[in-house]
């Protein structure tokens, strides 16, 4: 192959971004694959972690496309590493992606057909280039990322701050060209205490861990600020929801996992491309973290051997994108897979392997649609007596608590990414461990904890598998103007081990629309709707399904003051009694969407 390394593409505002280009041998022209990065284009991607360990070299893959007649491209992202401008997170890829593409078709070595892959950040580059159409696109490999709406999923979720937007900038930060060409910017970068930060918020402009790169600050604290649904979160690089309407008709491949960070965008977006789409398209739901498809535990849950990509999705990750731009770009006649291909999480002995992990198990699943043939909704009642029944209560109940913003409720695990050094996702008993940041470390239960209400069924007299969406809908009062609730979906075993599913989080002021706030009257009753990320999940016959609801899950999102301050300018928090109301008027309750086909 010939490479050309470092091209310097003009966008429309004059700045070049750093390109490699891959081409094959031959005349040519050729169907193009592209990969935007902000990670630096000539590593390895941490995607490219084969199940035997290998870590596939840029050079590489491009070897392979190369080898079956692509051009391979690489570019380093505004801002980042080779390429030109100011990184601003995320605003500039639509525009740059578009710009890219449009040098690319005029080239004599393309032939009209581009395709674009990439994981997380990679992802949100080619969905925003595509809600502006750009030329030559005609297939995307989206995987674990592309926003649907990130006010919603992927910087802020029910209102509040998903605080990973803080942990990436600051790990980022010591990789901005500032640092890498100051070495007293960055000494000063590893001179800070972030684990001290986070016990610092909010931050300010100046006061922060970020003071040291001013545009890594700037751009943080305004996504914090930013807390109503307005201009700022409605851009095409942002928003797809708002832009479906100018998206291609293009075949997309749509990967996430059930403890990533982006589960309702991606099947959000997969149903928007699905929706009156005459392309085909492929959805691939596994059991894994973010990025980490060949890694078969999550947490401390050990999801098993056919938990991993290679080897049961496809022969591996490089090969199943080869064979996927063969049909789409070159109209090869490969066998299509599966339309849905999703990761049933349990059915597992619940035994402890060699390394301390549970064995919660799981298998594959096909399918032609998402949610499963089947599906019906499941509506399970929150009662005074904390249990969690198919009947609503027959007497009027409530239960309140305090919400400390100095004391909030510790985030063990979930579905995130990208919390290094503060905080990791996955599948964790919920208990206090002292390895968890902000917890009292003395292993005691989450649900003991005063400011935590949890409720559970009896032990399940079947099977139940809970695949698809689920709400949770409260009735609540406050005597603060402002407060959060979160609720977790818990998969409790016989031993008490209890195993998060998903959760969600609701800022109240938020509870009517995300455009215009309303703070709480303090006493009124009022509902709440938390939309916790879609799971697929066996509870086993034995086995508790529990809820947990609290006002806080901290350091995963921000925490509220409870004052009804502005977002991010907290300065007289104050503690929140709140209150759920659990009774026939007023029903909190949890609805699932259950399988009744497989459950029994």
């Not at 942990?167 to 990789?175: G, M, V």
């Not at 902000?438 to 559970?456: I, K, M, N, Y």
Request: proline share 8%; net charge negative; hydrophobic share 35%.
């Amino acid at each position: 192959m010939q490479t050309l390394h470092n091209q310097m593409i003009a966008m429309r505002d004059g700045i070049h971004l750093a390109t490699d280009i891959y081409l094959p041998h031959g005349p040519g022209p050729f169907p193009v694959v592209i990969e935007r990065t902000p990670y630096d284009k000539s590593k390895p991607s941490r995607s490219e972690i084969q199940l035997d360990g290998q870590h596939i070299s840029r050079e590489q893959m491009a070897a392979r496309f190369t080898a079956q007649g692509f051009v391979a491209i690489f570019q380093d992202c505004r801002g980042r590493y080779a390429s030109e401008g100011v990184f601003t997170k995320y605003t500039a890829e639509g525009e740059d992606g578009c710009d890219t593409l449009a040098w690319i078709v005029e080239q004599p070595w393309c032939n009209g057909k581009i395709g674009s892959m990439g994981l997380s950040y990679a992802a949100h580059t080619q969905l925003a280039m595509a809600c502006l159409h750009p030329p030559g696109l005609a297939s995307m490999v989206l995987d674990s990322g592309g926003f649907a709406n990130a006010y919603q999923c992927g910087i802020r979720q029910g209102g509040a701050l998903e605080l990973k937007q803080a942990t990436w900038a600051f790990r980022q930060a010591k990789e901005s060209p500032a640092a890498l060409a100051d070495p007293k910017i960055l000494e000063a970068l590893e001179q800070e205490d972030i684990h001290q930060w986070f016990k610092r918020m909010p931050w300010h402009a100046g006061q922060s861990p970020l003071r040291h790169v001013p545009e890594y600050e700037a751009y943080l604290l305004e996504q914090w600020a930013q807390g109503d649904f307005g201009p700022y979160w409605q851009a095409p690089g942002i928003y797809a929801e708002g832009h479906y309407h100018d998206l291609p008709d293009i075949p997309v491949l749509f990967m996430s996992s059930w403890y990533d960070a982006y589960v309702s965008s991606t099947l959000a977006n997969y149903a928007a491309f699905c929706a009156g789409s005459t392309a085909q398209h492929q959805l691939i739901m596994g059991p894994w973290l973010h990025g980490d498809r060949n890694i078969t535990h999550s947490g401390d849950a050990q999801f098993g051997a056919p938990a991993a990509f290679d080897g049961q999705v496809a022969k591996d990750w490089l090969s199943c994108r080869l064979d996927w731009f063969e049909r789409t770009l070159k109209g090869s006649p490969l066998p299509a897979p599966a339309a849905v291909k999703v990761f049933l999480m349990g059915g597992g002995t619940g035994e402890r392997d060699q390394q301390g992990r549970l064995q919660h198990g799981g298998h594959w699943i096909d399918s032609h649609q998402w949610p499963l043939p089947d599906s019906r909704q499941l509506t399970l009642h929150l009662t005074a007596q904390r249990h969690l029944q198919p009947e609503p209560p027959t007497t009027e109940g409530q239960l309140s608590y305090c919400a400390d913003p100095a004391d909030p409720v510790p985030t063990i695990g979930g579905a995130l990414t990208s919390g290094a050094p503060i905080f990791v996702g996955g599948a964790f008993d919920q208990r206090e461990r002292a390895d968890f940041f902000g917890t009292r470390g003395d292993q005691r239960p989450l649900a003991e904890r005063s400011d935590v209400l949890s409720f559970q069924t009896e032990p399940l007299s079947h099977d139940l598998i809970v695949a698809g969406p689920l709400r949770v809908e409260l009735w609540i009062d406050s005597d603060a103007p402002d407060t959060d609730f979160t609720a977790k979906l818990v998969d409790v075993y016989p031993d008490g081990y209890a195993m998060n599913i998903t959760d969600g989080i609701l800022r109240a002021r938020y509870r009517n629309t995300w455009e215009h706030p309303t703070l709480l009257t303090p006493g009124e009753r009022v509902k709440v709707v938390i939309e916790p990320f879609a799971t697929c999940n066996l509870f086993q016959r034995g086995h508790r399904l529990r809820l947990d609801i609290a006002s806080s899950n901290f350091p995963r999102f921000d925490v509220n003051p409870n004052s009804g301050e502005a977002p991010g300018q907290a300065e007289h928090p104050r503690v929140a009694r709140n209150t759920l109301h659990l009774s026939t008027d007023c029903p909190s309750r949890l609805i699932l969407t259950v399988v009744e086909a497989l459950s029994n």
